[in-house]
């Protein structure tokens, strides 16, 4: 199997590495989406120091205690008692700084609901007086934010970091997709996102064709892991995809989507804070104005399977694979376009490190009012303000001046514009100048060509970081 690298997330192993120089007794919350890096990180971490990293299953806790036993005897070569707790207890006696990792925490609370106040007794008692580093890690997302950390929590208080592991940017992506063009990068992207998990598909493919080729096959996982994740950590699956149907068929505002999910419009609201908290939807609200959202995707693999692979699948069990590839590969810019703006959005702050905005980007958000709409607005209130306009396109330098020319006639009317106001488009490339990644006009106007200025900061990016090649 072709080893892949382990995507360097710098900044979390950082904040790990500072828990870990810190003497004293540390109780650790890592927890994410499936697939979105925990374990990995976690591994990664914790290869060159002394401890244990369990993974639970759904196993009766009996089962699961003598594992944990086992694992420690191996590890460590000491003799712990089979029951989880008591185990963690004698290992923190030992008196020397150990990293004890419960991996997919929520199966051992699963099979003992005990498990939590019996360990802020022994937190209480005796760990507080040592130097265990206790990780309690999971998939679960709504078990982790309600169970462990709310306050009913039996050790709600008792944690010392807490880190939610958010998808990667599409800035820091550039490993997996190293082996394609830049324009195929992104939208190779656009269908699978910022999971490392289905990052690692496109690694070493030469183009979108082939990652299409494996997603879309019979019996490939990608073709029902959206249905499972949402069975996994919903009650009501049916309703949920309901709703994200409708928002991948173009409905953005609640009442559409409770006509077409039919559903009650009073519900709905409760529906996508779930789905805001897995960090699949998001509700966006025109910037600087209170009144008026709209549901977006914020995760593209889930924007893709709900707007290509409910249409394609029956296609792709039939064995019709290569019909399937050819209808997304028609419409491939068409899907990227619906996606590309949150995908911009997401890394301003690195256009605005690397030279292309000059707006610091405080505030960051798309703005409309009735059929006005600015594809995003990026503020330093007081300051500064970025207009953008973003097409996912070839275009002339004359068709970019007349988009600028609109984009600042719209803004006028934003009642955003600060001092210093700068006006953007973002394209696929600049006709006559494919090689450039921006060109600067007169009157604070800037033409940018995505793919281009990506590989510039991608080039930037992997100058001042220390690559970690692993396998994953």
Known sequence: MQAIPFLNRRIELEVLEKEYSRNGFSLVIVYGRRGIGKTRLLMEWSKRKRGVHYIAAQLSYEQLSREFSELVGLELGIWVPQDIVEAITRIARIGEKIVVVLDEFQYIVEADPSVTSRLQRTIDRELVNSNLKLVLSGSAVSFFEKELLGYRSPIFGRRTLTLKLKQIRLTHAREFLSTMNTVDAIRTYSILGGSP????????????????????????????????????????????????????????????????????????????????????????????????????????????????????????????????????????????????????????????????????????????????????????????????????????????????????????????????????????????????????????????????????????????????????
């Open 197 to 472: 998990s289905y990052l690692k598909i496109a690694y070493g493919k030469p183009n979108i064709k082939h990652v299409l080729e494996e997603i879309l096959s019979p019996g490939h996982r990608l073709l029902s892991e959206a249905e499972e994740l949402l069975r996994q950590e919903l009650r009501e699956p049916k309703t949920y995809m309901a709703i994200l149907k409708a928002v991948a068929e173009g409905k953005t505002k609640p009442s559409e989507i409770a006509q077409s999910a039919m559903i009650d419009v009073r519900t709905v609201h409760h529906y996508v804070n779930v789905l805001r908290e897995l960090e699949i939807l998001d509700t966006v609200k025109p910037l600087g104005q209170k009144r008026g959202s709209r549901l977006r995707f914020i995760d593209n693999y889930f924007h893709f399977w709900f707007h290509w692979i409910v249409k394609l699948r029956s296609l792709v069990e039939a064995g019709l694979t290569d019909k399937a590839i050819s209808i997304v590969l028609d419409r491939i810019d068409e899907y990227t376009a619906k996606t590309i703006e949150y995908t911009i959005e997401t890394i301003t702050p690195e256009l605005y490190e690397y030279e292309y905005i000059k707006t610091k980007p405080v505030e960051v958000g798309p703005w409309w009012k009735g059929k006005e709409e600015i594809d995003l607005v990026v503020r330093d209130p007081g300051k500064s303000t970025t207009f953008i306009e973003v097409k996912w396109t070839d275009i002339t330098l004359k068709e970019a001046e007349k988009t600028l020319n609109k984009l600042i006639e719209k803004s006028t009317k934003t009642g955003l514009t600060s001092p210093h106001n700068h006006y953007v488009l973002i394209t696929r490339s600049i006709k006559e100048h494919e090689e450039t990644d921006k060109i600067e006009l007169e009157d604070n106007e800037t033409i940018i060509s995505l793919p281009r200025a990506l590989e510039k900061i991608w080039s930037k990016i992997q100058g001042t970081k220390t690559r970690t090649l692993t396998s994953y």
